[in-house]
């Protein structure tokens, strides 16, 4: 959930849950309350209510102790400890409102009679709640505590170290406490270590989040400001909250961030109504993109329908390339060429990322060599105010071409569709053309940001809506192609790409998968991954399994081959082959791919040597 929000979780596991050796609090408790030695018993959590009958269960019939509490008052704090009694058939005589401290407790209780004399027992799970029993105490109540788990540091504090020692050294940002125990412990661990000071510092520069006011209680006791609590104790309402108001609280805690924190917009995906189900499902290719096992790892290859295919040059010589983009019966008979050729496992839609720039009529044409050519790039709001409105229907052939291959391929084969993100293309629009420094799109984005974030939103619109349509005649999987976003710095990608790729993302129906596929973009994996997408395009200049492991493996991998390795022999493709697939391990969520397209004169029948052997030596017996 963190993850998904733009940030970077540092995990540090604060608290172990130990069993009291032999219960015997419960069982004291237990034998008295049998004997009548209670009026009233106060239940404090749901786990520990559990627990407490379960333990008390090892010695006496749980009928005897149900009728025995029939006869107290009962209290339970909350809805959890509700439940724990209702497993039991019972009641409670006294619910506490919320928010659940204390005070309410105290009230609750003090309202329904005088305390004066009366024995009370307070299950307990954690930390004593000291007010509670001084509260009670105040009123002449005789309180038993009957303490039924305690909260221990973990075995391996090493985690929990390194997090104080980051937030010692004013590294971290926000710090979300889910418990008041995991409180006691993270500051007892910190003096411990003798860095108390140190982290309390940190925790004051910091955007400190605590579950609900329990937990808050403990944090202020600490001397620690709590500065959000989120609307209701759940964790995702937790994070939520964190992501929407970390920034402007750091901002109002220093003078100057450290770190420009751009907050990332929480972009669900909703499956459609009824949602597509598509027939290959259970495809290895499918499930791969779900993360789940596959008996082999799929493989297909970006710009595998090309130039370095003698099929695709004969129907080339006689057409133009966006003719071919054009006639349906063209571009689904190269499609599907291409899969039969090769054997791969999935198949990519005979089209090109720039097809949409047709509709905005800047002037697109590939010219031989050269690649494309956008005759009236646009530079500014003038040029961008120029473009027509978009007719939705401009680029139908290319659904007619998907329907085409779809039943061509008589549902053996998936079917990808595609799209550039609206980086990639806003890079072709300014540019004119293909680039190398992108120094008009960069100077374009620093001087005139409201006229860029109009642009993105325009593309990321029309991107979206080639998408939907794609997948309405019938593509399976899309892959959109941001291939010149590493280009970017992390924090321009942040700022003027990350939220037009996610806006892309969040209007794709969730059943259908996507991957977001990028290259030169090492540094902006996590990113990306916050951006979205089913599964991460990765190329050659980083290694699989480390960059998979950076992720949290929270998203599957395509990749990551370098297409130059094509021209070397085929022993030494193959030993290429089964690196990739060892940094893989056995993991599900593994798509082979090249970390970018086919070059035109690659070996064909090495291509087929590449896709044989990783269906060799992935099959999973
Ligand atoms: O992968 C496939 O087999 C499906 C078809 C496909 C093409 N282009 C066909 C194509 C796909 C997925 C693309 C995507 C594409 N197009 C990208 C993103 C992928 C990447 O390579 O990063 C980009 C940047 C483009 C833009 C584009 N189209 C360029 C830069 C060029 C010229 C470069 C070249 O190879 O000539 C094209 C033309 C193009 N698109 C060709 C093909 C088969 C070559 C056309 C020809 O036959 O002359």
């Known amino acids: 959930m963190i993850e998904r929000r733009g940030g970077v ?28 030695g209670f009026e009233l018993v106060i239940f404090l959590t749901g786990v520990g209510a559990r627990a407490l009958f379960q333990a008390i269960e090892t010695r006496h019939p749980r009928g005897l102790i149900v009728e025995a509490l029939k006869k107290v008052t009962t209290v339970a704090r909350g809805p959890k400890p509700i439940r724990a009694m209702r497993e039991l058939g019972l009641e409670p005589t006294i619910v506490v409102p919320e928010p659940n401290t204390w005070r309410e407790i105290l009230n609750s209780v003090s309202a329904r009679g005088d305390l004066n004399g009366q024995r009370v027992a307070i299950q307990e799970y954690g930390a004593s709640n000291r007010e509670l029993i001084a509260g009670l105490e105040a009123r002449g109540a005789i309180v038993t505590v009957v303490p039924v788990y305690r909260w221990a540091l973990p075995i391996d504090r090493a985690p929990l170290r390194a997090a104080l020692e980051q937030i010692a050294a004013g590294e971290a940002e926000v710090a979300l406490f889910t418990s008041s125990n995991q409180v006691t412990n993270v500051i007892q661990m910190a003096e411990a270590d003798g860095i108390g000071a140190d982290v309390m510092r940190g925790f004051s520069r910091m955007a400190v989040g605590s579950i609900g006011p329990v937990c808050s209680e403990q944090l202020r006791a600490y001397g620690i400001a709590v500065d959000f609590e989120p609307q209701h104790s759940k964790l995702g309402h937790f994070v939520n909250e964190a992501a ?78 966006l003719e071919m983009c054009r006639q349906p019966e063209l571009a689904a ?47 500014s709001a003038a040029d961008l105010d120029r473009i027509p409105p978009i007719d939705p229907d401009a680029l139908n052939f290319v659904g007619e071409s998907i329907k085409l291959v779809k039943s061509a391929l008589a549902n053996k084969t998936p079917l990808i569709g595609f ?175 090249l970390g970018h397209g086919i070059l035109p004169e690659t070996p064909v029948d090495h291509v087929i040597a590449l896709v044989d052997a990783v269906h060799e030596m992935s099959a999973r017996h």
């Not at 979780?9 to 130990?18: D, Q």
């Open 419 to 593: 799209a550039g993100a609206p980086f990639t293309l806003a890079s072709y629009l300014i540019e004119g053309g293909s680039s190398r420094q992108y120094q008009a799109t960069k100077t374009f984005m620093y001087t005139q940001p409201e006229v860029w974030h109009r642009l993105m939103e325009m593309l990321a619109r029309i991107t979206a809506d080639y998408l939907k349509m794609q997948i309405a005649a019938g593509a399976d999987i899309v892959q959109i192609f941001d291939s010149w976003v590493g280009s970017l710095g992390p924090d321009d990608f942040r700022r003027f790409v990350l939220p037009h790729t996610a806006a892309v993302i969040a209007a794709i129906p969730a059943e259908v998968p996507v991957i977001h596929f990028g290259t030169v973009t090492g540094n902006l994996l996590e990113l990306m991954r916050a951006a979205g997408g089913d599964v991460l395009g990765l190329d050659w200049r980083v290694n699989l399994a480390e960059a998979w492991a950076r992720l949290n493996y929270s998203v599957a991998v395509q990749g990551n081959l370098d297409p130059v390795a094509l021209f070397a022999d085929v022993p030494e493709i193959r030993t290429r082959a089964r690196a990739i697939l060892d940094q893989a391990g056995c993991r599900a969520g593994h798509i082979f791919n």
């Open 333 to 379: 008979e190269v499609t599907v060429t291409a899969v039969e050729r090769l054997g791969v496992d999935a198949a990519i839609i005979f089209a090109d990322i720039l097809l949409p720039l047709i509709p905005m009529a800047v002037g697109l044409h590939f010219e031989k060599g050269d690649g494309p050519i956008i005759d009236r790039p646009i530079r």
């Open 244 to 321: 929407a108001r970390a920034a402007s609280i750091l901002a109002s805690k220093y003078r100057a961030p450290r770190i420009e924190v751009v907050e990332v917009p929480i972009r669900r995906r909703v499956a459609s109504a009824p949602p597509i189900r598509s027939p290959l499902h259970d495809h290895p290719m499918m499930k791969a993109c779900r993360r789940e096992a596959a008996p082999y790892t799929p493989i297909w290859l970006m710009r595998q329908a090309g130039r370095y295919m003698p099929e695709y040059r004969r129907v080339r010589e006689r057409h133009d390339f």
């Open 9 to 36: 979780a540092i995990i540090a596991p604060a608290m172990r849950e130990i069993p009291l050796e032999d219960n015997r609090a419960a069982l004291e408790f237990a034998d008295r309350l049998l004997a009548g």
